[in-house]
């Protein structure tokens, strides 16, 4: 975690925990707190470019629904209070609904988009299928810094579990037909028929399928897209798929080694870079489907694992 985080964590101990004790002495062990939520500051990617807006000092207060009803108000007046009070902390009106007081089933709906039940930590099939991964990602990140009362805690841990088994599935599933409908079918498609910018799309599908792929098969949520390559790159521990992925973004497909061909499904033009990288990147997308038990197959053509995945749910 970056310097954001580290100098929310001396915010709260040197100036909001004094004032929780000295004016909410009751609700002390009641108010969970932290740095979670929207921002890069949240995912520690904050640097010196990220600092041009939404930027400053603030931690995160969530209460329960009956304790935001007795004291929301007059702590988040004392909290606005403390956060003025720092010297050049200029947050603006979207960062300062990011942090401060707020509810832990407000935090949580929000982000996510749908109302769920945070107190009981129940979450229905039809919700798992309805939750966005980046949004998920946003919901989890960050660092806790206190919660006694363990609410917010133990609904982020039901999130941190990832999918069950079946949406888990189902996901895979999706990108794999994602990917192989692209970059295995569609792109060969495109070129053979001089259609070059639907080929460019089935290229940028390939490649958002193919890093999802890799977040599924982790149990990870991926972040928001610009900071999807680079939560990749951290995770993948010997830095092999993450190169490929580089490799298969700067390739460019070249329009020559189409020339006179007609279309099918039988060829797979490796002439072509963008077909090449696309092969390599399947292989390894096989290869994790093993290490998951998904699959005891090699082929490499993506559709094959689809129904095999669904019959074995």
């Known amino acids: ?166 949406i888990w599935k189902e996901r895979i599933v999706n990108a794999l037909h994602k990917f192989s409908a692209a970059m295995q079918v569609n792109y060969a498609r495109c070129m053979s028929r001089g259609d070059y910018v639907a080929a460019r799309l089935c290229h940028m599908e390939g490649l958002q399928s193919a890093m999802e792929l890799f977040f599924l098969m982790k149990r990870q949520y991926p972040p928001y897209y610009k900071w999807t390559f680079r939560r990749l790159s951290e995770l993948d521990k010997d830095g092999r798929y993450a190169k490929l992925i580089s490799t298969f973004s700067d390739a460019v497909g070249d329009k020559s080694v189409w020339e006179g061909k007609t279309y099918s499904p039988t060829y797979i033009n490796l002439s072509d870079p963008i077909v090449l990288y696309a092969e390599r990147l399947a292989e390894q997308i096989v290869e994790m489907l093993r290490e998951n038990g998904l699959t005891e197959g090699i082929n490499p053509y993506l559709e094959k694992y689809v129904d095999e995945i669904l019959e074995d749910m």
Request: charged share 30%.
């Open 1 to 166: 975690m970056g310097n954001v985080v580290e100098g929310s964590r001396r915010f709260y101990e040197q100036r909001v925990a004094p004032m929780i004790r000295s004016s909410f002495p009751e609700y002390d062990k009641k108010i969970a707190v932290g740095l979670v939520g929207e921002g890069s500051d949240c995912f520690g990617y904050d640097d010196f470019i990220s600092r041009d807006h939404d930027f400053g000092t603030g931690v995160c207060l969530w209460l329960t629904d009956e304790d935001y009803r007795e004291i929301g108000q007059r702590l988040s007046e004392e909290y606005e209070r403390l956060v003025d009070s720092v010297e050049g902390n200029g947050l603006t009106a979207r960062l300062r609904s990011r942090r401060g007081v707020m509810t832990i089933h407000g935090f949580y709906s929000s982000i996510l988009g749908i109302d769920l039940d945070t107190e009981s930590g129940s979450i229905s099939e039809e919700d798992w299928n309805r939750l966005d991964h980046n949004c998920l990602a946003t919901a989890v990140n960050g660092v806790v810094f206190r919660d006694d009362l363990g609410q917010f805690s133990r609904f982020r841990k039901r999130l941190l579990d990832y999918y069950p088994d079946k």
